[in-house]
């Protein structure tokens, strides 16, 4: 979280809107955190898009698309990969914007079989609110165990793998208590 993967897929969005593309974006209808139909970053970029329930949903409204960019790829279920073939293999370009792990530390949703399937991956790091070394791990220090939360500054932080270590030791000795 806080790295910037939405800030990116809206700019890779625009110029592809800026080459006269045919661009589609969807993002999963759950995300309501920012708007109910936009996809907005965190420092307040936005593009309207389409809201879908699953993945699937996405070939049933895509047109002519050329472009499709998808949003919080990892609340979709494993057909997102699927989709994104399929996508992919009829010419369209496909961007999906997500994060590769969960609060734990684990693979998140198909990210990761995504990124197998991927031409390219860009990973993007977001700085860790500790020591300022980039931060690949998001901490969530809300106490819910549930995988998936959306959250913000008040649920999360962004953290490097040592001071992820640190604060999930610290967690555990809370709980302890």
């Excluded at 895509?62 to 990969?81: H, K, N, P």
């Excluded at 999360?156 to 555990?172: G, N, Q, S």
Aim: proline share 4%; glycine share 6%.
């Amino acid at each position: 979280m806080f790295s910037g993967k939405t800030e990116e897929l809206i700019r890779r969005l625009k110029r592809a809107n800026f080459a006269r593309q045919k661009v589609e974006i969807f993002k999963p209808a759950i995300d309501v955190r920012y708007d109910t139909v936009r996809v907005v970053s965190h420092d307040e970029k936005a593009v309207d898009s389409t809201p879908v329930q699953t993945a699937t949903e996405i070939l049933l409204r895509v047109s002519d698309a050329e472009v499709v960019g998808i949003d919080e790829g990892q609340f979709f279920g494993d057909d997102l990969v699927e989709v994104c073939s399929r996508l992919a293999n009829a010419g369209v370009r496909v961007i999906v914007a997500g994060l590769d792990m969960d609060f734990e530390g684990n693979p998140f949703g198909p990210m990761p079989a995504l990124m197998a399937i991927a031409e390219s991956v860009t990973k993007v790091h977001a700085v860790c609110v500790r020591c300022g070394n980039p931060a690949q791990y998001s901490h969530r220090f809300s106490g819910s165990k549930k995988r998936v939360q959306l959250g913000e500054t008040d649920a999360y932080e962004p953290l490097c793998r040592t001071c992820y270590l640190k604060a999930v030791e610290e967690d555990l000795r809370k709980e302890s208590l």
